[in-house]
């Protein structure tokens, strides 16, 4: 890291951010409010310092059923799921860096990109990949998992879409 930052290739407020160590480096387990208890034995999200991971979401209501929709229909329900298991953990849809959409069929790609639309309604938009799986749990069309990192714990770094000279 100090080579990169020697080499003009990180900034310095980059390079001080990620050697710094976390300041609340406490793991806050979360599990949103109307989301079920996971299929398996993991957390719904686990967050340390800056940063929350998610565990996969699926379009699952509050009772543990899996919603009989449209892949569109449960890319939202997925999408509600997933941003309240952030919510629980203290971050915000803001805060979503990279998203990780799995699709059963990706030819529902289309549908799937106009609900991350109708979240992510104005750029910039996180990251994300797409890729099909031959089955998900419950024989869901989809599934989400996101990566999220606190705005006010990124401030020292450089700003998302900065561009250096």
Partial sequence: MAALKEEGMISKN???WY???FRNDRIHVAR??????SLAEVSHAVAVGPLCHTGGQLAIDAEGRLLDGSVS??????FRNL???LAAAGFSKNDIVFVD???SD???LPE???????????????????????ALPLGAKVRLHALAIRRDMQSAAEKPGQRRA
Avoid: C, W
């Fill in 112 to 134: 799937v990109n106009a609900a991350f639309r109708r979240v992510f309604v104005h750029p910039p938009r996180p990251a994300r990949a797409v890729m099909e799986a031959s």
């Fill in 101 to 103: 959409i799995t699709l």
């Fill in 32 to 37: 949103g409010e109307g989301v079920p208890p």
């Fill in 83 to 85: 941003l309240s298991v």
């Fill in 19 to 21: 050697k710094r160590p």
């Fill in 106 to 108: 990706i030819g529902e």
């Fill in 73 to 78: 229909e449960q890319a939202d329900l997925a």
């Fill in 14 to 16: 980059t390079y001080n």
